[in-house]
């Protein structure tokens, strides 16, 4: 029974810290990208012509604090679970002493009434014969293992006990805290949609002006869209070579493997998207995503490539596109660039720094697959 328990307390202290580690990795995610909205958030400030952005970070902080909360909720569950197990254990361990200490009892009684050795030597010399004798002195020898058999199991058990009583205590005060964590970021939470509340009446008391900006990004998207469709034209006029073609098929391999080309929340996913307030407004069609990040920023290449070409696009500030073999990413939004045409850059290299614009620090990011953008998300790990 010993063996048994300690076994499964083992198992469970695995798995514990397996759930415990993976819910702190996502926790701690999640927590950094709430501090790059909350910055965001509060660089937008009092910017009326910004209150679309404003939203848009507000709704996706929102949906941080709602995964924080379920993640809370996961981690009570499991807690929950461990503190009955390790209750029934704890009860199992208490009933196996209060047994032991018994019969432990009953073998010191036993013990102490023939603590005199003449009354052992006399019980040995009685018997009939040396058959008779061994028995006896087998009896007798058998009855002190026991006695320290059951002393040593009995001490065991005492501080397994120990161990259990602690081990409980820790998990009832880990649910404690992240029970009244949970309780704050629901409090936060309750700003958070407040403030969205707030943002969309502003937003619905200034449609004209909504809809006038809108037209300026729709022109600033099509310039970029033009601009990607040119340079990746010329690039896949050229001939390829062997050096591309084994480029291309590593590349292809790595699809859902590549590393994210900056860490943050992404505020605009691929594809077509319609606005948040004004339902039947379409937004213009996103060929990448928009990734909110710290000022400054490092913005790293997703894979080994050759720098086609560096630009500068209205609204866009300045972006590196970086061929790989048949395949393109393009970076978009950065205030300074460590590369020019023609370099060879490797999986994670930094080719320059985030810019803020209009009080947006976002990464703006694209994947082609020749002559056809696609969902950068089903790429990148």
């Known amino acids: 029974m010993k063996r048994t328990v300690i076994i499964f307390l083992l198992f469970l202290l695995a798995c514990t810290q397996g759930f415990s580690q993976a819910n702190s990795q996502k926790k701690a995610k999640l927590e950094r990208e709430i501090a790059i909205l909350d910055q965001q958030i509060k660089d937008n400030a009092g910017k009326a012509r910004n209150a679309n952005t404003a939203l848009k970070l507000t709704r996706k902080k929102i949906g941080n604090r709602k995964s924080l909360v379920a993640e809370s909720d996961a981690r009570i569950a499991e807690l929950d679970t461990q503190i009955r197990e390790q209750k029934r254990i704890l009860d199992s361990l208490q009933e196996r002493f209060s047994q032991l200490e018994d019969n432990y009892t009953k073998l010191v009684r036993t013990a102490y009434r023939n603590r005199d050795t003449r009354i052992w030597y006399m019980y040995l010399f009685a018997s009939e014969d040396i058959t008779q004798g061994l028995r006896r002195y087998g009896y007798l020898k058998k009855m002190a293992s026991s006695l320290n058999s059951q002393a040593r199991e009995t001490i065991e058990t005492r501080e397994k006990i120990s161990e259990n009583k602690a081990a409980l205590e820790a998990l009832r005060k880990d649910a404690s805290k992240i029970r009244s964590e949970r309780v704050g970021e629901l409090e936060r939470l309750k700003k958070d949609e407040a403030a969205s509340q707030q943002l969309v009446a502003s937003l619905n008391r200034d449609k004209a002006r909504y809809q006038k900006e809108l037209a300026t990004k729709k022109k600033q998207v099509e310039a970029l869209k033009a601009e990607m469709n040119k340079m990746v034209q010329k690039s896949v006029k050229k001939p390829k070579t062997e ?14 493997k590549l590393p994210w080309p900056a860490d943050g929340p992404v505020i605009d996913s691929f594809g077509k998207h319609y606005h948040p307030v004004y339902k039947n407004v379409e937004l213009p069609f996103n060929n990448g995503l928009n990734i909110a990040l710290a000022k400054d920023s490092a913005v790293k290449s997703v894979f080994d ?58 990464l703006h990011f694209e994947l082609w697959e020749g002559k056809t953008p696609r969902n950068p998300e089903l790429w990148l790990r």
Request: aromatic share 8%; hydrophobic share 40%.
């Open 305 to 362: 490539g050759t720098v086609s070409n560096v630009v500068v696009i209205p609204g866009y500030n300045q972006c590196v596109l970086v061929q790989h073999g048949g395949y393109f990413t393009f970076y978009c939004k950065l205030a300074s660039v460590n590369v020019k045409a023609g370099d060879k850059v490797k999986t994670g290299q930094v080719l320059g720094r985030v810019d803020t614009i209009a009080g947006e620090t976002q």
């Open 243 to 256: 050096v591309d073609v084994k480029l291309d098929n590593e590349f292809a391999a790595n699809r859902g």
